[in-house]
C-alpha cells in the first residue's frame, strides 16, 4: 500500500492567525474546532495544518503554493489577495499576459498567482 498525504503542515508565529488568512484566500472554513489562541488551526478541505512555532521564519520557503483563479483573473484575485494582507514580493507579469506574481501571507510565507482558468483557456 501507498501513502497520501494528509495535510501539508506550515509553520507559523500564530497558527489560528495565518490559517484565517488562508480560509480567506482559498474560501475555505478553519475547522470549527480551532479558536483564536490554539496550537494548531486546520483548513481541513485544502488539506493545510498550520502550527504554531518559536522560531520565526527566516529564509525564501523551499516549499510553495502556486493558486490559479477559478473565476477571476489573475490580476483581479492579486488586488483581491492584497486587500486582505498579502503582500508584493515579485511581478513576473510578462506585456503578453502570461507570467505570474510572487506574494508573501502575513508571515512571509511566499505563493504564486497564476493566470486564471479563462484567461489560459483563451
Known amino acids: 500500500m501507498t501513502s ?26 478553519v475547522h470549527e474546532d480551532d479558536h483564536p489562541g490554539d496550537e494548531e488551526a486546520l483548513i481541513e478541505a485544502a488539506g493545510l495544518l498550520f502550527v504554531t512555532v518559536a522560531e520565526p521564519k527566516t529564509l525564501k520557503n523551499r516549499v510553495h503554493v502556486d493558486l490559479q483563479p ?21 511581478d513576473r507579469r510578462n506585456p503578453d499576459g502570461t507570467g505570474w506574481v510572487v506574494l508573501a501571507d502575513p508571515e512571509g510565507n511566499e505563493f504564486c498567482v497564476e493566470r486564471g482558468a479563462a484567461e489560459r483557456a483563451g
Open 4 to 29: 497520501a498525504i494528509r495535510h501539508v503542515t506550515i509553520d507559523s508565529a500564530d497558527a489560528y492567525a495565518l490559517a484565517a488568512f488562508w480560509s480567506q484566500v482559498l474560501d475555505q472554513p
Open 70 to 90: 477559478q473565476d477571476r483573473t489573475r490580476d483581479e484575485e492579486v488586488e483581491r489577495l492584497l486587500a486582505v494582507g498579502a503582500t508584493l514580493v515579485d
